[in-house]
Each structure stands twice: as structure tokens, then as C-alpha cells.
């Protein structure tokens, strides 16, 4: 007995001696992790450029409802000439360019934390979550998160897939678990920067999900509460989450505004030149 229970007692501390050699880093370690996993991809996919562009086109275009204004205004007194600044006015172009800009970055932080992971990297994913002992090891998914971080960025990425284990443990159960508990099987990832929805049907993939999930069911009793439990996590719900659904129900509802001003301008300018012509040939036939 002495020697099975000395046997037992070495494997453990050896099991602990293994997880401490193993050095995990994570973005949530360091003080400005958070800021540059969500900032990083941001630069180096060049997304600034494309949200700088579609915010000037934005500010171009809000100077249709000006527009529509001044031709109603001009048909109706011809004295009052109409500048290029008047339908170009800077203050009225930069405040539609910031919030063009806003909503384009807000927007792209929120799908940062959906994470669009790789195939590769998915894989990878699974084939940890599948070998991990994830109650034996009491930072599993920090683990599984570090390893996959480092197997992306060997295949060329420049940033982080996931930001903490917890992060890394939630998108698992909402991308993975859900889908096959719902039987739809829609798993995402992308293949060369498009999305890949045939993720499943690959047999060897299918094999490596059904382990993985195999390993998760037999690892945690609790399964069904924590997969609920993952549908709010802290990545999508907090004080973010609330202001960027403000800011887009606010925008939403301005840009309705100048889409009615702007048609029912050109409504009544229509109405008055088609009233004007009758006008004027009754005018002639008399």
C-alpha cells in the first residue's frame, strides 16, 4: 500500500513539476495585453485604412439632406445663391466623419471578440482540448490558450487568438459545444481570409471535435450550466457592450432622421415644380 501511494504521490508532484516548467503567456498578463490584442489586428490588417475611407464616403454622402435643402430653397427664392461651402460646410463633414469613424471602430472591436480563428488554429484548439486533462490541470484553458496563441503566431499571425483561458474556454463552448448540441454543426473558421463552412463535414475534423468535446463532457459535471452560462460572458457584455449598443441605436435612428428630411425635401421640391408646371400652362392657355 505504502508503495502504491508513494507511486501515486511522485506522479503528481511530477504532473505539477511538468505544468510549472511550461511557461504560459497570455495578453491578459501584462498591463497593456488587453489594449494590444484588441488594437493589434487592427493595424496590421490594415483596417484603419478601409475605416477612414468609408467614414469620408459617409461625410460625403451627408451632405445629400443639405443639398435637398438648398435646391427647395432656391426654387422658391432665386435671390439667395448658394455656396459650395454652404453644401460642404467643414463642422457638418467632420461631425458626421467622427461618427462614421466611431461606429466603424466600435464595431470592429466587438467582432474582435467574436474571434475569427484560423483552420489551423482550430485544429490545434481541439487536438489540446481533446488531450488536456481539464480537471487535473488547474490552468487548463489558460494552457490550451497559450499553445494556440503561439501555434498562430508560428504560422505567421502577428497577434493573439485568445485573450485569457477563460476567453479561450467560452468561445469553445459557444462555437463548439452549441452547435453540436444544437445539431446545426455550423462551426467557424476561416481558410486564406475566407470563412470556411464545411468545417464538419471534413471527417478527420469531425473526429477531432467529437473527441474534443468527448474530453469536455467527461471533464466537467457541470456541463449544462456552463454552456448556458457561456452565452454572457465578460467579452460581450459589460460597460462596452452597453455604450456600443447605445451609440449604434443612436446612430441608427439620426441616420433615419436625415434619410426622411432628405426625402421629404426632395418629395416637396418635386410636388412644387410639377404644381408650378400646371400653373403655368393654365397660365398659357388663358
Known amino acids: 500500500m505504502s508503495m502504491i501511494s508513494d507511486d501515486s504521490e511522485t506522479d503528481l508532484e511530477k504532473c505539477v513539476q511538468t505544468y510549472e516548467e511550461e511557461e504560459i503567456e497570455l495578453p491578459e498578463d501584462s498591463s497593456g495585453g488587453k489594449l494590444t490584442y484588441f488594437l493589434a489586428p487592427y493595424f496590421f490588417e490594415k ?12 461625410a460625403y454622402a451627408s451632405s445629400c439632406a443639405p443639398l ?20 460642404f460646410s467643414p463642422l457638418w463633414m467632420i461631425i458626421h466623419y ?21 483552420t489551423k488554429a482550430l485544429r490545434k484548439l481541439l487536438k489540446e482540448v481533446a488531450q488536456v486533462d481539464l480537471t487535473g490541470d488547474p490552468v487548463a484553458w489558460r494552457r490550451i490558450a497559450s499553445r494556440v496563441n503561439h501555434f498562430s503566431e508560428e504560422g505567421g499571425h502577428h497577434y493573439s487568438v485568445f485573450y485569457s483561458g477563460e476567453h479561450c474556454m467560452r468561445f469553445f463552448v459557444r ?12 462551426i467557424r473558421c476561416y481558410f486564406d481570409g475566407e470563412i470556411c463552412s464545411n468545417f464538419w463535414k471534413n471527417p478527420p475534423n469531425k473526429v477531432l471535435a467529437e473527441r474534443a468535446l468527448a474530453n469536455y463532457n467527461k471533464s466537467f459535471e457541470n456541463f449544462g450550466g456552463l454552456s448556458h452560462t457561456a ?5 460581450r ?13 443612436s446612430m441608427f435612428y439620426f441616420m ?11 418629395m416637396a421640391f418635386i410636388i412644387s415644380m410639377i404644381s408650378c408646371a400646371i400653373f403655368n400652362l393654365f397660365a398659357t392657355a388663358q
Open 68 to 87: 435637398a435643402y438648398f435646391c427647395l430653397r432656391d426654387f422658391y427664392d432665386n435671390k439667395i445663391e448658394t455656396k459650395l461651402s454652404d453644401l
Open 256 to 266: 433615419i432622421i436625415e434619410t426622411v428630411s432628405f426625402v421629404v425635401m426632395i
Open 47 to 58: 483596417t484603419w485604412i478601409s475605416n477612414i475611407i468609408l467614414s469620408l464616403l459617409g
Open 237 to 249: 457584455d459589460g460597460i462596452f457592450e452597453k455604450y456600443r449598443n447605445i451609440f449604434n441605436i
Open 98 to 118: 467622427f461618427l462614421c469613424f466611431t461606429f466603424s471602430f466600435l464595431n470592429f472591436i466587438y467582432d474582435r471578440k467574436k474571434v475569427d480563428i484560423e
Open 231 to 235: 452565452e454572457k460572458d465578460g467579452c
Open 175 to 186: 462555437e463548439i459545444v452549441k452547435p453540436i448540441e444544437r445539431q446545426t454543426y455550423d
